[in-house]
């Protein structure tokens, strides 16, 4: 049995397995091949794209999926081994996790960090305790990282750029009133090195570069199939030469759970959105964002509205890839 949390579990030959289920599936109508299968969807945070996604998704395979939000519809779960509970949280994962095991077929999980501090944040403790109690798959629907996004973005670049080996993909921040999770950001940064990209990650400073680990797996996919892997600063020099932008907005870690320190290097940064003089600066480049997107903060309207934007597609792209991801753990195939 094998998890989905992270495609840094996966060679890329297995995602590109994937990836040609999905480009099967979307073809035509789906054969109910998860007939009698099911999967609970554990959302701790908001979900338009993936919880429809993924409960759509499932129905269209032949199965049922089951929606939970724990704190509200369900009841709130402890995830701290030999806590006292006298708090809030009614139940253990311990008990959640081999419970719904014996219900489901798979468990999907949607949390994203407590934005207090980044060293406990990074551990992302509450899907790694589904993994380690669950004795089914578990997927994961975004913590820190946001794998299934992931193969959404491939799979959109690969239809639309004929291919990924040696294109420029720039993944830039863009600003935000708030910071926001790092997790697409991270994810971005792995699919374009392990689908064999030249990566830029455009950013205001070096605060707002991601954690280490994501560097390094990055740095070491680019390096071992002949790209690279670029850490820039300067607009004009990271726009040269892309063929794809990929726009989000994140926090700067330095300054995790201290929101207010960081905004004036923020406000200072308005910037960074994404605009039709920046595009100009490449030769024709893609653009897509994973949504939701605010309008004319992160990026114009004339972006967007571009036929150079494919984000709705990349969108779209969320349920044929879940699909394939679904069959196939579903059905061993990942094992």
């Known amino acids: 049995m094998r998890h989905f949390l992270t495609t840094l579990d996966y ?42 996604s993924f409960e759509l998704g499932m129905h269209q395979l032949g199965g049922k999926a089951i929606v939970l939000e724990p704190g509200k519809g369900a009841w709130p779960i402890e995830f701290d081994d030999g806590a006292i509970m006298d708090g809030e949280p009614e139940e253990h994962v311990r008990e959640v996790a081999q419970v719904l095991s014996r219900y489901v077929d798979a468990i999907a999980v949607r949390a994203f960090p407590k934005f207090k501090r980044w060293e406990e944040d990074r551990e992302d403790k509450v899907i790694n305790a589904f993994a380690r109690y669950a004795t089914v798959p578990v997927i994961n629907m975004e913590t820190i990282t946001h794998p299934c996004q992931e193969l959404a973005l491939a799979l959109t670049l690969q239809e639309k750029l004929g291919g990924t080996d040696g294109k420029k993909m720039l993944v830039t921040w863009t600003y935000h009133p708030r910071p926001l999770n790092t997790a697409v950001a991270n994810s971005a940064l792995i699919i374009a090195a392990k689908m064999g990209m030249d990566v830029t990650l455009l950013c205001p400073s070096e605060a707002y570069t991601l954690d280490p680990r994501y560097m390094s797996a990055a740095a070491e996919m680019t390096a071992a199939q002949g790209r ?30 201290r929101w207010e320190e960081e905004r004036p290097l923020r406000e200072a940064s308005r910037h960074f959105m994404v605009d039709a003089e920046k595009m100009a600066k490449t030769p024709g480049a893609l653009f897509s964002h994973c949504l939701p997107v605010r309008r004319n903060v992160k990026v114009t309207d004339e972006v967007l509205d571009s036929p150079r934007a494919i984000h709705v597609d990349e969108a779209e792209n969320r349920i044929h890839v879940q699909k394939a991801l679904m069959d196939a753990l579903l059905r061993g195939r990942l094992g």
């Open 11 to 52: 060679s890329r030959a297995e995602i590109e397995a994937l990836l040609a289920d999905a480009r099967r599936l979307k073809s035509g109508p789906a054969a109910p091949t998860l007939a009698g299968k099911s999967i609970a969807l554990l959302f701790f945070n908001p979900s338009l794209r993936t919880r429809t």
């Open 228 to 257: 690279t892997l670029t850490i820039s600063h300067d607009i004009d020099e990271a726009y040269a030469g892309a063929d794809i932008v990929y726009a989000k907005s994140w926090g700067a870690l330095p300054f995790f759970g």
